[in-house]
Structure formats: structure tokens, C-alpha cells
């Protein structure tokens, strides 16, 4: 994914390492406000110096149509270059057998 690399998934977790985000505050207030929102995120972390973003979230939550398309448009509007379906399908592929 385009400036946008993987740092770890689990059951109810993403951490992201986001280029665009390292020294970028702006960027970290327009995630706290789009991601806040959305049923089933728990906890957002962000650390804009060093450019991370984690994600803890309620599975069954998130995974309901509404979480689910809010999180593609909060991705959509803040991460335009990131494929969202190659990033649902390495968090689905990471979730089997959970």
C-alpha cells in the first residue's frame, strides 16, 4: 500500500506505520475526528513524530455494513492511495480462526 506499511495485526488490532502522518498534526486531529465515530474502534493511538497509527476495535463491531463503510470512506478521505480491499483482506486473512 502506498506509503502505508503493515506494523502489526491481531484479533482487534492494526498498527499502521503512515508516511504521510510522521510530523503531520493536521493529519492526526482529521484521524482522531473520522475514526472516533465509527462503532467498534475502542481505542485509536497516534503518534504523529514518529508517523504510527494503532487501531483497537471490537471485531464483531466493526465488522457490521455500517462500521464497515464508514471505515472505507474515513480511509477513502484521509488515505486516498490506500487500496481498502487489500487492506480488509490481509485483516480478514489475519482473523481466521479467531
Known sequence: MNGIEVRET??????????????????????????SSIQGIQRLEIDPTAGLLTVSYNYREVTSIFSLLALKQAFNTIF???NVMELASLLKDNLKGV
Open 10 to 35: 491481531g484479533p482487534g488490532f492494526l498498527s499502521l506505520a503512515v508516511v504521510d502522518l510522521k510530523n503531520n498534526h493536521e493529519m492526526a486531529l482529521a484521524i482522531r475526528e473520522r475514526f
Open 80 to 82: 486516498p492511495d490506500v
